[in-house]
């Protein structure tokens, strides 16, 4: 035994001090390994849509609902099935809806029937967990008595009066309803074991914050950034690009609410330079794409924020790239090329129309270039994100449960793509003088991510926030997936040839099956028994599009969370559900909301099938999980044999 080997064992001991106490331990592990491996539940795209993303993660797309099937077959009605799945999914507004209509003497009869229900849902859901886990799960008032109905007494008789003198107790007492919301929630937390969610949180929909305070309490989860999140996190670091982008975008959607008082960041800078600089200038080209809940009386101001802000994300960028020769993206700097006296923008020889050449701010003769004003709004916006606490503590918790890809239990998350040409090879991406391609490409931007946080450094932070940038619009970008973004031609060029952004030949080979193996041996992965799951571009059912490529080894999980997107998919999103059985993937329609959910019992209809099921029910001993556990009961034989063999003494 070496010295380093010694130094570890000793440490161990110290947890584990006896020879008893390091074989219980063995044999707790060991029999972990034999339990069915928890359910893990994926959803992608989200984009702000909080109350569609709460209800499909308290459904546990459809678990729940599958459960109580399971539990209760035909015995119950599917009105009594729906009302049971409403309560478990929306416990206290359910509750206030059932004691307002029901009298003394039936509410107690209805208690003792749900509080039942619950219970046997609650011995089902909890079954493939060890007692110690299900244990650290309850919640605190109610723990033992909990774990007390669910757990099967030998010694006890007539257990039926056992248990009905529990319950009876409970109601007798008063304590009827909380135990309702104790049970509910236990069981929307154990019916799935870790949520993945495959990127983009933010922009779009009215509520990422909402979203990000559910996934910061939530039990098990990671996250693979998305282009929406990763710009947002540059924001959050302080990158005046990012949050030029993140604003405009904002602005754009009618979703400047988000900022001011879902993150209490000041905009008055940004609106009262935009009221004088632009207060004659044709904000036509900058209108507001609002949904019902937007205030029109804002909209004047808000064209005009909006024009603001996009010429600043303009300039900013343009800055940027010219800093950056190495990003290759000196095709994007088009402030120059603008021909005022005719209105175009003129590019190799060819003149394109403008719709809008009113730009009060931009020198002609050095475009990219902040006037003093612009420069004094920027600074006082980077101080509102980088004081932001709540946002700060979002993008820490991003940073903490993420990145830009995830290996776990077989399966690869990515959100965008592995950047490739035609043939299928990964293309070749210099970042900072070195190239990097396939795996390494991801490591080293998502290195330097982390620097554009966290370092004190300012010439190495800077770096990494400009790669942030790059990872958000990058043409060799993973999440973006583009030859470019073309915001400023979308915004004023007439001709719709020039808004083309083509994707990435990844997009082209997702069904070659030589291409989706190269990916998993470059990841590591076995390629005969993976799954790459795949975020950011939405499947587009209406034309027959499929989620599932190259035979079922690649999934892409985006038909459009976004509201903004479902006229285009057809369907409200995707999600994939994998357990020890195998995985299905379920298609949702669209959310009406949480009110009707509640008053109508109205869940959301959604259509799942199997996509493969293992022939062997899937234990812990194959997960990711298992492989760690079995390293502990590895290093724990070792502490047993070093005991035995005199080597280390017991202590106690």
Known sequence: MDDLELKYLKSLAKQYPTIAAASTEIINLQAILNLPKGTEHFMTDIHGEYEQFNHILKNGSGSVRRKIDEEFGNTLSIKDKKSLATLIYYPEEKLDIVTRQEDEVSIE??????????????KRVSSKYTRSKVRKALPKDFSYIIEELITEKAEVQDKEAYYNEIIHTIIRIGRAQEFIVALSNLIQRLVIDHLHIVGDIFDRGPGPHIILDTLCQYHSVDVQWGNHDIVWMGAASGHLACIANVIRMAARYGNLDTLEEGYGINLIPLATFALDAYKDADCEAFAIKYNTDYDTKDLSLDMKMHKAIAVLQFKLEGQLIMRRPEFAMQDRLLLEHIDYENKALVLEGIS?????????????????????????????????????????????????????????????????????????????????????????????????????????????????????????????????????????????????????????????????????????QEFGLDEVHSHIVNGHVPVERKKGETPIRCGGKLLVIDGGFS??????????????????????????????????????????????????????????????????????????????????????????
């Open 563 to 652: 509201k903004a997107y479902q006229d285009k998919t057809g369907i409200a999103g995707y999600t994939l559900v994998v357990n020890s059985h195998g995985m299905r993937l379920v298609a949702h329609e669209p959310f009406e909301s949480t009110e009707s959910a509640i008053l109508h019992e109205s869940d959301i209809f959604s259509d799942s099938f199997i996509l493969e099921t293992t022939a062997l029910r899937q234990k812990i001993s194959d997960t990711e999980i298992g492989a760690e556990l079995k390293e502990s009961i590895h290093q724990l034989e070792e502490l047993l044999q070093a005991y035995r063999d005199g080597i280390l003494i017991e202590k106690g």
């Open 352 to 520: 394109y129309p403008l719709k809008d050449v009113d730009f009060p701010t931009i020198n002609r003769n050095r475009p990219y270039e902040l006037t003093g004003e612009e420069e004094q709004v920027m600074e006082r916006l980077r101080q509102a994100f980088v004081k932001c606490e709540k946002l700060q503590k979002h993008v820490r918790f991003l940073f903490s449960k993420g990145g830009l890809y995830k290996v776990y239990n077989s399966n690869l998350l990515y959100h965008g793509c592995v950047p490739m040409d035609e043939e299928g090879n990964f293309n070749k991406v210099n970042v900072y003088g070195e190239e990097y391609s396939g795996k390494e490409l991801y490591d080293v931007l998502e290195h330097y991510a982390r620097k554009g946080y966290y370092s004190h450094d300012l010439k190495e932070k800077l770096k990494g926030q400009d790669i942030i940038w790059y990872i958000w619009a990058g043409p060799n970008s993973p999440v973006f997936g583009k030859d470019k973004m073309a915001t400023f031609e979308r915004y004023l060029v007439e001709d719709k040839e020039l808004h083309k952004e083509t994707k990435n030949a990844y997009y082209r080979l997702l069904d070659s099956e030589m291409v989706v193996n190269r990916i998993l």
């Open 109 to 122: 009869d209805w208690y003792k029937i749900t509080l039942h229900r619950l219970v046997q849902i609650t």
